[in-house]
């Protein structure tokens, strides 16, 4: 074997173990990136998830202390009347029974 020979084997072994070193093995270059992106989404999930619980401890603490807002919540959500007044019924129509 030639010395140049030797040098070019020597050279391709060097950049092998290079190669290796930056992306083989379980958590390679490429994987580590993929998982830098994985979390930045994670955090903008919980950033979105915190604000969402925060609106609605707001919304509880409004409801629980405050009784004309639960009224009428009741009458829009439920459809809920007050006192002697008139009741009100909602029909639904059963679609899965139709002659």
Do not use: C, F, N
């Not at 391709?12 to 290079?18: F, P, R, T």
């Not at 190669?19 to 490429?30: C, F, K, L, R």
Request: net charge neutral; hydrophobic share 40%; no cysteine.
């Amino acid at each position: 074997m030639t010395p140049l020979m030797k040098r070019v084997a020597w050279g391709v072994g060097a950049l092998a173990v290079l190669v290796y070193a930056i992306e083989g093995g379980e958590y390679g270059t490429s994987d580590l990136l993929a998982q830098r992106e994985r979390q930045q989404v994670l955090t903008r999930d919980v950033e979105a998830l915190a604000h969402d619980v925060d609106s609605l401890r707001r919304e509880l603490a409004a409801v629980t202390r405050d009784p004309a807002r639960l009224e009428r919540m009741a009458r829009e959500e439920w459809g809920m009347v007050k006192g002697e007044k008139e009741l009100l019924y909602r029909m639904r129509v059963d679609t899965a029974r139709t002659p």
